[in-house]
């Protein structure tokens, strides 16, 4: 198993590009999330999924936008990126019914 | 909606000393609660947790304890090596489980002195 992966590592981004990060579990969990990791604030959920099709809003999802067409798969979308946005983005996703999250390796993403 | 407050943000102790890293919470329907190990450049690994109908677990060097009247929860590490070095985070799944995602605390940065 792979566990959860993340596509891209890095990335580069000039102010008001888009881009679309790529999220992809092989555990068959149902619940996925996106967080966003910046200096001295730990880590604060973007987006998250509750299953193929669902999507709900965490702490911080403005500017962002995401989608689960497969279960598998959770992509999470910054249509004009901003400075502000420049962070690491962690994929997660757990079982049902199980509490432990799993997390990717990790997207660095600056934007200039 | 759930708020997590850890202290202290650095905590530098010498080897083979203990380390404790405290953590509050303000939902009280929160039922969950992990600590995870954060290296340098690396993803959150878990490496203890805690339910809201256990006040204490132990494994190996690591103890968590939990005191769900104060809203308070606590990682121990005893026989500190220079591996524990890392950035340490508490969380708390909020509104009582379901599909809630994490709310973690800001992170302690833990130093192991040779």
């Known amino acids: 198993n792979a566990g959860v992966t993340q596509t891209p590592k890095f990335r580069v981004l000039k102010t008001g590009q888009s881009m679309t990060l790529l999220c992809a579990q092989d555990?068959?969990?149902?619940?996925m999330y996106w967080y966003r990791q910046d200096p001295g604030m730990g880590l604060r959920l973007i987006h998250y999924s509750v299953g193929e099709g669902t999507t709900a809003k965490g702490e911080v999802p403005d500017g962002y936008n995401v989608s689960r067409l497969k279960k598998q798969n959770f992509l999470l979308g910054l249509e004009s990126a901003a400075p502000s946005q420049t962070s690491v983005y962690f994929c997660?996703?757990?079982?049902?019914?199980?509490?432990?999250?799993?997390f990717g390796p990790g997207t660095r993403l600056t934007v200039t | 909606g759930e708020n997590v407050e850890q202290h202290p943000s650095t905590l530098s102790v010498q080897e083979g000393d203990s380390a404790v890293i405290k953590c509050t919470y303000s939902d009280s329907a929160s039922n969950y609660f992990p600590w995870y190990k954060q290296e340098l450049g690396k993803r959150p690994q878990l490496i203890i947790d805690?339910?809201?109908?256990?006040g204490e677990k132990k494994d190996q060097r690591i103890a968590v304890t939990l005191n769900k009247t104060a809203k308070h929860f606590s990682l121990h590490i005893t026989e500190t090596q220079p591996e524990d070095s890392a950035v340490y985070f508490c969380a708390a799944i909020p509104s009582g489980g379901g599909a809630d995602g994490l709310t973690f605390g800001k992170g302690t940065h833990l130093i192991i002195q040779p």
């Open positions: 805690i339910r809201s109908n256990v």
């Open positions: 555990m068959n969990h149902e619940y």
């Open positions: 997660a996703s757990r079982q049902g019914q199980g509490n432990e999250q799993y």
